[in-house]
């Protein structure tokens, strides 16, 4: 385990020269503090020793060569951290660096943390939509070479304190094998909830939250119902950025076109609505939610991780319409187990999509 030392993590059988993200200059330089936390200025808390702008230019290949390691770790088709998507969104950026004696000098770094507030439509134990605004863990990476030391809890329990958050109150979006072992390791977070979305949420979810979480607008007359928002953007017929759909109403169709090659947690670009939309939103309340999201002990296909944010909620759309018009209360079984073969195939045959 890490211990603590002059300000600087350090694990406890660490002896080896430390094999990391080098950069051609002194990280040291320009992080102070062995964890930096960054938002969309990246302009860290404690001023860079060396002029600004050359502060900046280093900050934003970092960010961007730890972007790109973490993708390749998670077999993401592209970086879902960048310096600049960080500077268009309103996300955390945890950087690790290492303080040790040996890497004085060098610029070396050994993980990172990405974390954002979203607005999200999350089921319940019951199968209630919930709409809320968690704090969502968006990329986590810790070097190859060390991982296991302890690192990974030294930044999330770093985040958890700075963000003043429950780690029961977090959505994950979309953690690979490694991070739900994580997770279970040290937080002994092992039941989800099931969602109809990319995000993963854990049982405690919604016990003691201090953020508030409401149930959508009251129900109205059967035909005019129409979800969150949507009527105050008919009312003012314009909705502030911050103000649009949660996820997954959020993206216009073009959006969740891109999403879906980019493999992120798709930003709000659009408050138009998705075709479909009510009828999803009814769906929703004629099903109990079911397993399309996928089993958070299932396997999959690394290369098929994250990359469908767009597509699992065109595919939650199809499930749940086909749902309702069957009228079934339930989910049927077929939906409760991954396609035996090929999940296109299965939905050839059975006209519902598999997750
Ligand atoms: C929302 C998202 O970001 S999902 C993507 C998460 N990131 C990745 O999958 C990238 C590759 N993995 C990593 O970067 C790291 O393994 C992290 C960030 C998940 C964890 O960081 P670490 O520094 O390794 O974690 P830490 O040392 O504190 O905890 C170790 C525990 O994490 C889990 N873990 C870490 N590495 C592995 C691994 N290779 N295989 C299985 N479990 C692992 C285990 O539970 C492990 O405990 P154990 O060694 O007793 O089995």
Not at 299 to 325: I, V
Not at 327 to 352: F, N
């Amino acid at each position: 385990m890490p211990y603590i030392k002059k300000n600087c993590v350090v694990p406890s059988t660490f002896t080896q020269r430390v094999s990391t993200m080098e950069f051609h200059f002194d990280v040291h330089k320009i992080f102070l503090e062995p964890v930096t936390k960054l938002d969309s200025s990246l302009i860290p808390p404690r001023r860079p020793l060396i002029s600004s702008s050359e502060a900046q230019k280093q900050i934003m290949t970092v960010i961007d060569e730890i972007g790109k390691a973490s993708a390749k770790a998670q077999r993401l088709p592209a970086p879902i951290t960048s310096a600049s998507r960080m500077q268009i969104n309103k996300h955390h950026l945890y950087i690790l660096k290492d303080c040790t004696p040996e890497t004085a000098g060098r610029g070396v770094v050994i993980g990172f943390l990405k974390v954002g507030y979203k607005k999200l439509f999350v089921l319940d134990q019951k199968g209630s939509h919930i709409e809320a605004e968690p704090l969502c863990i968006l990329d986590f990476y810790i070097h190859e070479s060390l991982q296991r030391h302890g690192f990974g809890k030294e930044l999330f329990n770093y985040m958890l304190r700075n963000e003043q958050v429950e780690v029961q109150h977090v959505a994950i979006d979309r953690p690979s094998e490694k991070f739900l072992s994580f997770l279970r390791k040290h937080y002994n977070l092992r039941s989800t909830i099931p969602q109809v979305n990319n995000f993963v949420v854990f049982e405690g979810f919604f016990r003691d939250r201090k953020a508030s979480v409401k149930t959508p607008p009251a129900k109205r007359p059967e035909g005019e119902i129409k979800p969150y928002s949507l009527t105050k953007r008919d009312c003012k017929n314009v909705l502030k950025e911050e103000e649009g759909l949660p996820w997954p109403f959020s993206q216009s169709q073009s959006n969740l076109n891109r999403a879906s090659s980019l493999g992120s947690s798709p930003t709000r670009t659009s408050s138009r609505p998705l075709p479909g939309e009510g009828d999803f939103m009814k769906s929703l309340r004629a099903c109990r939610p079911h397993s399309l999201h996928r089993a958070a002990n299932s396997e999959e296909d690394p290369t098929q991780r994250r990359r469908t944010s767009a597509m699992n909620f065109s595919r939650g759309l199809m499930a749940q319409k086909n749902c309702y018009s069957r009228h079934i209360s339930h989910s049927p079984p077929l939906l409760a187990r991954r396609p035996p073969v090929d999940g296109i195939k299965e939905q050839r045959k059975t006209g519902i999509w598999w997750n």
